[in-house]
């Protein structure tokens, strides 16, 4: 196990590599060049001139690609222009609220979204097929933004059973310990503010789990039935094993290797959703923060959120390789 952790972390520094350099092909082929996209349109020569000094982008491309490097390694992203603030500082400050969010949201998507696909496969052909495979489709066409204001205008605004905005609500004294609303409140004994960081929860995750579980559903149907296909399965059955060990030793533990990739991909994609989702409900993760970046044109914080992706996906992705090597022990040989 521990040689093919060794292996896969080596296998990850030509990706990121990769990444740094079209990062810094990019900001460099910027219009006008970085400093004009900090100072503006309306920037002089010499306060470009300035900025590229100040920047050490007056130097040749190695050096600034090789300073560029080591200041990503060393987690400097720079500073926001918005707030003025390491742009680290600003995303470890709004990181536990997003990852709250696409836990919650990815959560909901496995927990139905497994079950669903596997009872729609083997009731093939029957009203629960057919619903789970039109509600699918649904979930994929439906634009996350325009369900998470549906949710909120029904839920919130006429209804009133969940909170509209933000992660607490206002006038909520409640101990901040790690970042996490929901962790906090457990940690500090203030169950009243968890309970309250999961109502603001609810809403949000559902509206942003909708592609995820409509993905899952497809895929574990699709591998279930697969699966059910197959030589050794019939093979079970006819050995006469009970029902419960045929569904989790031969079906489920097959059907859900390729579920397991799916689910690590989208894990990934949420953090990228969460940026409309988090800015219907106000919801101050990382995703609000992207998107008053891309407005103001605030190119550290943009740098350092195409790098914060990059890293998920490539964590994720060591996630999945672990996940196989449990699940199917051939993984391990390979």
């Not at 600034?64 to 200041?71: G, S």
């Not at 997003?98 to 990815?106: F, I, K, P, R």
Request: hydrophobic share 50%.
């Amino acid at each position: 196990m521990l040689r093919l952790v060794a292996r896969r972390l080596l296998q990850l520094i030509p990706t990121l590599l990769g990444l740094s350099v079209l990062l810094f092909v990019w900001l460099n082929r910027l219009p006008g060049g970085p400093a004009s996209a900090i100072l503006g349109e309306r920037a002089t020569d010499a306060e470009v001139a300035r900025i590229n000094r100040l920047l050490g982008l007056d130097q040749p491309l190695y050096v600034q690609y090789w300073r560029f490097l080591k200041r990503i390694v060393e987690l400097d992203l720079g500073t926001s222009v918005q707030t003025g603030q390491p742009v680290w500082d600003e995303f470890t400050l709004r990181f536990p609220a997003t990852v709250e969010l696409s836990l919650l949201a990815m959560l909901i998507a496995v927990v139905v979204g497994v079950p669903l696909g596997y009872l729609a496969a083997k009731r093939r052909g029957g009203w629960l097929d057919v619903s789970a495979v039109s509600g699918s489709l649904i979930g994929i066409c439906i634009p996350v933004f325009f369900l998470a204001l549906l949710l909120k205008q029904v839920f919130a605004v006429h209804l009133g059973w969940f909170p509209s905005y933000g992660r607490l609500s206002t006038g909520l004294n409640a101990t901040e310990v790690t970042g996490f609303a929901t962790l906090d409140g457990l940690l500090t004994g203030e169950f009243d503010a968890t309970w309250d960081a999961i109502m603001h929860l609810v809403l949000p995750a559902v509206a942003l789990a909708s592609i995820p579980l409509a993905v899952i559903v497809r895929m574990t149907r699709a591998s279930v039935l697969e699966v059910l296909g197959e030589d050794y399965v019939r093979t079970a059955e006819s050995k006469g094993l009970h029902p419960k060990v045929v569904r989790g030793r031969h079906v489920l533990r097959n059907a859900l290797l390729p579920v397991i990739t799916a689910v690590g991909l989208l894990t990934g994609s949420l953090l990228s959703g969460a940026v409309l989702t988090e800015s219907v409900f106000s919801f101050n993760g990382i995703g609000q923060f992207i998107r008053t970046a891309i407005d103001g044109r605030d190119y550290p914080v943009l740098v350092g959120f195409i790098m914060f992706i990059a890293m998920t996906y490539v964590l994720i992705n060591l996630l999945v390789d672990l996940a196989y090597s449990l699940i199917d022990p051939r993984v391990r040989v390979h």
